[in-house]
């Protein structure tokens, strides 16, 4: 296939990597080069390149309109950020007009029109959002949910100091820039020839600051696929990686098991990833063993299992924290899962070790903090653990968030006077190295004993009737037991109609949990696209709580309306 019009990954220009005061000054620069941002429709076709050069042109032209309208500096913009050029035009014009851009998700959710709107109305309001802008095909949605607000101007790309991203985190251009710096030059070492490769939706840490600011910082191209054209066909990402020789690519663990899931042998016979030479893996708990199937079916194509680099960070830190080292793979450490689960200590255990009294767990280390970052373990009393002992992970740097915008109250919640976030994640050390087992609020308690929603959700997974992603673990406040006694709780998508089926899948599952870890657990069998996601793809503990809990509600209310309804007919019959 003819890619020759999309920028090359050869650049005219001497490479600097991200040590500019701004990210205009880094796109100024970067527009001296002939590296650029290319944009993928479905079939792996290019259907607009975007070099650098033109990019700072059209930003600045955009950037006199903005100031044109009478916006301040400092006021914010939210944009839709779907993944099209015009997203970057109008968020470097923002770079150049002073203004801050604010990325809005792209996608309607399973909730449909009505919840996209909300969610947007709801973004619009706490963003105090002076100036909106949407594509043509979101620019509805936009418009309805800016129904009510006072907005300066509110269309589409074809309508005639500091930045901000998503979740309401506040970081300023010195500590993004000292982020990507620490990224580029010590957590995946970039190289003047590097390509990268993208799916990942803009409104995401990872893919805006990893796969949009990143590469313009260093002035390498980068090749973009829309995140729904992944979701309908992963191995179009895997086809556009051979297709232009990527080098860098980075992606959540469910990524690379749905690109797995649906590549066929004739793909791996097709596809030549052996350019690829770091296959970066973040934003959630990492489970090996889809990773290891990734590389061990895309072996023959000629991806090394040694280019899976780990890596640890937030949007409260502009994206990364940690890296694992280069060339490595994987590291899996394997501990033992009754005394983490009682005592809060990850002692090692060998693999193969598990017996009655120690099941073995395993967690990918995701190695040691970036130059000028601090981590610490610290107990429910902020006291700093030692190694290899669980607990909250609080982390220093100089990428650390000034604060919540609009929200002083959650600001003090996480971050301490002199500087310590508390990241919310559960964790131990290793050396130097960081181990993530989970989030604090998603971890399971019964009868004092920790356990993992994740570890819930594997054995659910490893059913064949359950697909990866279809299972999601939670607790609640046991209706039946004890005031405050926590009742373990899984909802899994399963679209099979036979009650005996169903039954069966039910009752083996609780079987299992109980076999492996001592409690019971309530499984609810769901249909398909029931369970709730994040923006970026992951799955949502939280919602798919209060989504069981709304079902248990309507359960009763309408029990309660049949016992009304039967009491009223029996009034009557007397």
Known sequence: MDTTNATPAANNLPQRIADFSTLAEALDYAAKGNTGYNFYHAGVQLYERLPYTQLREDARSLARRLIDLGANRGS???????????????FFACQYAGLIPVPLPASINLGGRKAYVSQ??????????????????????????????????????????????????????????????????????????????????????????????????????????????FAMRPRLWLKLMSQNRGTLSFSPPFGYELAARRVSNDDVDKLDLSAWRIAGVGAEPIRTEPL?????????SGFDKRSFVASYGMAECSLAVSFAPLGQGADVDYVDGTALAEEQKALPLHPNQSSETARSNAF?????????????????????????????????????????????????????????????????????????????????????RNIWPQDLEYLAEQQPEVRTGDASAFSI??????????????MVQ?????????????????????????????????????????????????????????????????????????????????
């Open 364 to 448: 990918t280390n995701c190695g040691a903090p970036l130059p000028g970052y601090e981590v610490e373990v610290r107990d429910d009393q902020g006291q700093a653990l030692p190694e290899r002992h669980c607990g909250t992970l609080y982390v220093r740097g100089p990428s650390v968030m000034s604060g919540y915008f609009g929200d002083l109250k959650a600001t003090r919640e996480v971050l301490s006077p002199d500087g310590w976030l508390n990241t919310g994640d559960l964790a131990y050390r290793v050396g130097n190295s960081i181990v993530i087992t989970g989030r604090e609020k998603d971890l399971i308690i019964i009868n004092g």
């Open 76 to 90: 914010r913009v939210a944009l839709v950020a779907d993944t099209h050029p015009d997203f970057m035009r109008f």
């Open 292 to 300: 290891m199937h990734f590389a061990d079916l895309l072996a023959p």
């Open 494 to 574: 399963y679209r099979e109609s036979d009650e005996n089926k169903r039954t069966d899948l039910r009752e083996r599952l609780h079987g299992l949990v109980r076999e492996e870890f001592g409690i019971d657990c309530l499984i609810e069998l769901v249909p398909r696209n029931t369970l709730p996601r994040t923006t970026s793809g992951k799955l949502s503990r939280s919602g798919a709580r209060q989504e069981y809990l709304k079902r248990i509600a309507a359960e009763k209310a309408a029990e309660l309306n049949q016992n009304l309804y039967t009491t009223a007919f029996h009034q009557r019959a007397v």
């Open 477 to 490: 406040t046991s209706p039946a037991g004890p005031a405050g006694q926590e009742q373990a709780v899984m």
């Open 120 to 229: 947007l109305k709801g973004l619009l309001a706490i963003c105090q959002a002076d100036i909106a802008m949407a594509p043509d095909g979101f620019l509805p949605y936009l418009t309805e949910a800016a129904q009510g607000l006072e907005l300066r101007f509110l269309g589409s790309p074809h309508t005639s100091g500091s930045t901000r991203f998503p979740r309401g985190v506040m970081i300023t251009q010195k500590a993004v820039l000292s982020n990507l710096f620490a990224i580029l030059k010590y957590g995946i070492q970039i190289r003047p020839t590097d390509r990268a490769v993208s799916w990942l939706p803009y409104f995401h840490d990872m893919g805006l600051v990893g796969l949009v600011l990143s590469p313009m910082a260093a002035q390498i191209s980068v090749d973009y696929l829309n995140t729904r054209d």
